[in-house]
């Protein structure tokens, strides 16, 4: 059965790590992008883990010790990723008694929740997943789709976003308010990834002039 990719707002929210090695650290490094306070329980931590959570002090805090069953109290989601697959399998098995989203990496019927393969563009996210079929396809399809994103689309996307408010406030009909953004979009590629202000207010204008007539 395919998996539903819910967009999760995770800024803030509390994630626990078990596991120090390569494996927790790429995770640790795709997540930090997206805002959680993240803390790493692990017997011993990889260089790489070290020096993120150096940079990353305000979000990442690193816990030198074997995991105990009350480190998941505060958290909101889990990762278990050490190399003791029995201590991995128990770790989701008291995350779920209590309802924690877990992921227990590779081993698919431990997790609640699964990784996609992923594109992050600022705030523009594409994730792909094969509800476990292939990973290595999802990896191949990730990147045909990297390429056909054009450069600057996130900043793009972000730029449009702060004009939401100006065009809801201005422009009352949903009709027209979907072609003012359709024309962004298709303007800002042509632009190479640029829309200004100047340029959303003149195009408001412009549309509501069109639609009075
Ligand atoms: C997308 C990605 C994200 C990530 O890991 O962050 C991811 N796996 C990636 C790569 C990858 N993983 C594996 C290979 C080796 C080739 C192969 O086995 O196919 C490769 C490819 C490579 O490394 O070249 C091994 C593997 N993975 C799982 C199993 C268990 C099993 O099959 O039973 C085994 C066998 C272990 C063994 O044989 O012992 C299971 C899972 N892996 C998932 C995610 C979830 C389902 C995703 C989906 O729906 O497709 C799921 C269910 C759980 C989870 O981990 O969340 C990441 C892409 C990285 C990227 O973004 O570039
Ligand atoms: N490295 C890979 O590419 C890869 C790929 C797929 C699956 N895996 C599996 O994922 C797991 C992790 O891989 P890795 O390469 O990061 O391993 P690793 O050996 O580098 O790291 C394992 C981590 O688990 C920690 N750990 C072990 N026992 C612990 C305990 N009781 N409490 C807290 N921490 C503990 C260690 O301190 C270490 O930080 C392994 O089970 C491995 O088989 C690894």
């Known amino acids: 059965m395919a998996y539903f990719p819910f967009f999760v707002e995770l800024e803030g929210k509390k994630c626990l790590i078990a596991g120090g090695g390569m494996v927790a650290y790429r995770k640790a490094l795709v997540l930090k992008d997206f805002g959680p306070e993240i803390t790493v329980v692990a017997v011993e931590m990889i260089p790489e883990m070290e020096q993120l959570a150096s940079r990353c002090e305000k979000y990442m805090t690193l816990i030198k010790r074997g995991f105990e069953d009350r480190d998941i109290q505060e958290a909101d989601f889990v990762i278990a990723a050490t190399s003791d697959e029995e201590l991995n399998r128990h770790i989701s098995v008291i995350c779920r008694r209590r309802k924690i989203p877990v992921n227990v990496v590779d081993v698919q019927e431990e997790c609640s929740f699964i990784f996609p393969a992923l594109i992050k563009e600022e705030d523009i996210v594409v994730g792909i997943s094969t509800g476990g079929s292939s990973p290595t396809i ?18 793009l996307a972000s730029q449009l976003g702060t004009y939401r408010e100006l065009v809801k406030e201005k422009v009352p009909s949903l009709a027209v ?37």
């Open 138 to 155: 999802a990896q191949y399809l990730k990147k045909r789709f990297q390429e056909a994103i054009p450069s600057g689309f996130g900043m």
């Open 177 to 213: 308010r979907t072609e003012i953004f359709k024309t962004m979009v298709k303007e800002g590629i042509r632009q190479g990834g640029v829309f200004t202000r100047e340029q959303a207010i003149e195009l408001i204008e412009r549309k509501l002039g069109e639609h009075e007539q």
